[in-house]
């Protein structure tokens, strides 16, 4: 059974680091387009960056580009979502996702509407 696992969120003020893990089971992480999407309080959730299979091609959301960087450990299975220069309107519960389809090409993948699975999703909150 295909399941994701996200972690590494937490607290931190404005202009902080944070680096989300999403962890698989049931599927090596090369196999299919995996992202991070994210939902703050009262808005509607967004993609914010995905990634491709084989050479790793990625899709950023224009508000993340230049902070925000996705990758793809292969050995550890796991895709992570580093993001740097943190703002207050990046606080959201953020998640992982995929359509278990190995050919998505990120861009779609991060329109969200071919998603299939979901993790559980990890709170990140930028405060001072």
């Known amino acids: 059974q295909v399941q994701l696992v996200e972690s590494g969120g937490g607290l931190v003020k404005p202009g902080g680091s944070l680096r989300l893990s999403c962890a698989s089971s049931?599927?090596?992480?090369?196999?299919?387009?995996i992202g991070w999407f994210r939902q703050a309080p009262g808005k509607e959730r967004e993609g914010v960056s995905c990634?491709?299979?084989?050479?790793?091609?990625?899709y950023y959301a224009d508000s993340v580009k230049g902070r925000f960087t996705i990758s793809r450990d292969n050995a550890k299975n796991t895709v992570y979502l580093q993001m740097n220069s943190l703002k207050s309107e990046d606080t959201a519960v953020y998640y992982c996702?995929?359509?278990?389809?190995?050919?998505?090409?990120?861009?779609?993948?991060?329109?969200?509407?071919?998603?299939?699975?979901w993790g559980q999703g990890t709170q990140v909150t930028v405060s001072s």
């Open positions: 990634i491709s299979t084989g050479d790793g091609t990625t």
């Open positions: 996702a995929t359509d278990e389809v190995s050919w998505r090409s990120p861009s779609r993948l991060c329109g969200m509407t071919t998603v299939t699975r």
């Open positions: 049931g599927f090596t992480v090369n196999y299919y387009a």
